[in-house]
């Protein structure tokens, strides 16, 4: 749960996975993501050229989720007034928007660096409560460090947003990796790049702050393939 997949497949082959027709690299790697919540077996569907399609059934492992309680964040961002709601839901529209790219580049290929080093604050998938109030499920990785820390590129990629005022995130990046992988960056205090940006692994694309729905000043980082958030720890985890 909260797995990004990397296969590889007969290059030349088509894959079906998750309702979509994944994007297949000129040498035959693909990539995926696994849901908080997906309980599996996964079917994936590998076409290899001029040969039957193969259905493939992958066992999911399921993972502990605890519930972190939150207090002291501004009550106006755990419940807002209906002008407040609204705008969070457009600024929400906004990122999702962009997350449905799927540029053939192949940033997620790579071993993935840390932005920032520091403490894990906060992990992916844990059961949020702010100030006594249910939310959903934590959407990635807190990273404790001090305010001004360089946040740096974990992958290459392109950089699809950049706004320093959103209101439940602050300053906040996505970073498309390729294939529907992308990462964002929440609560920023300065942004050192813009949409259309190319950067490289280590590139710096801002400093770590508390803008937003904070408590203090850290790096939320968080990742998805598409719409599916996955773990970026997990990420790291892969050599």
């Given at each position: 749960?909260?797995?990004?997949?990397?296969?590889k497949v007969p290059a030349g082959s088509r894959v079906r996975y998750g309702g979509r027709e994944l994007r297949v690299t000129p040498y035959g790697s693909v990539v995926f993501g696994v849901g908080r919540d997906e309980t599996g077996p996964l079917q994936v569907e590998v076409t290899?050229?001029?040969?039957?399609?193969?259905?493939?059934?992958?066992?999911?492992?399921?993972?502990?989720?605890?519930?972190?309680n939150i207090n002291g964040v501004p009550p106006a961002t755990v419940n807002p007034p209906k002008a407040i709601a609204e705008r969070i839901e457009r600024e929400?529209?906004?990122?999702?928007?962009?997350?449905?790219?799927?540029?053939?580049?192949?940033?997620?290929?790579?071993?993935?660096?840390?932005?920032?080093?520091?403490?894990?604050?906060?992990?992916?998938?844990?059961?949020?409560?702010?100030?006594?109030?249910?939310?959903?499920?934590?959407?990635?990785?807190?990273?404790?460090?001090?305010?001004?820390?360089?946040?740096?590129?974990?992958?290459?990629?392109?950089?699809?947003?950049?706004?320093?005022?959103?209101?439940?995130?602050?300053?906040?990046?996505?970073?498309?990796?390729?294939?529907?992988?992308?990462?964002?960056?929440?609560?920023?205090?300065?942004?050192?790049?813009?949409?259309?940006?190319?950067?490289?692994?280590?590139?710096?694309?801002?400093?770590?702050?508390?803008?937003?729905?904070?408590?203090?000043?850290?790096?939320?980082?968080?990742?998805?393939?598409?719409?599916?958030?996955?773990?970026?720890?997990?990420?790291?985890?892969?050599?």
């Amino acid at each position: 749960q909260g797995a990004m997949v990397i296969g590889k497949v007969p290059a030349g082959s088509r894959v079906r996975y998750g309702g979509r027709e994944l994007r297949v690299t000129p040498y035959g790697s693909v990539v995926f993501g696994v849901g908080r919540d997906e309980t599996g077996p996964l079917q994936v569907e590998v076409t290899p050229p001029n040969a039957p399609a193969q259905a493939l059934a992958i066992a999911v492992t399921p993972r502990d989720w605890p519930i972190e309680n939150i207090n002291g964040v501004p009550p106006a961002t755990v419940n807002p007034p209906k002008a407040i709601a609204e705008r969070i839901e457009r600024e929400q529209a906004r990122v999702v928007a962009v997350r449905t790219r799927d540029d053939d580049r192949t940033g997620f290929a790579q071993a993935f660096i840390w932005p920032v080093q520091g403490r894990i604050s906060g992990r992916f998938g844990n059961q949020r409560v702010y100030n006594g109030t249910p939310k959903a499920p934590h959407s990635g990785m807190d990273i404790a460090a001090a305010t001004g820390t360089p946040v740096r590129a974990p992958a290459d990629g392109v950089i699809s947003f950049a706004d320093p005022g959103l209101y439940l995130t602050g300053g906040t990046v996505v970073l498309d990796h390729g294939h529907g992988i992308s990462s964002n960056f929440l609560h920023l205090s300065r942004i050192d790049a813009k949409v259309g940006d190319l950067v490289k692994q280590g590139d710096i694309i801002g400093a770590v702050g508390a803008t937003g729905r904070a408590t203090g000043p850290h790096l939320h980082w968080g990742m998805n393939w598409f719409d599916v958030r996955i773990d970026p720890l997990l990420v790291l985890e892969r050599k």
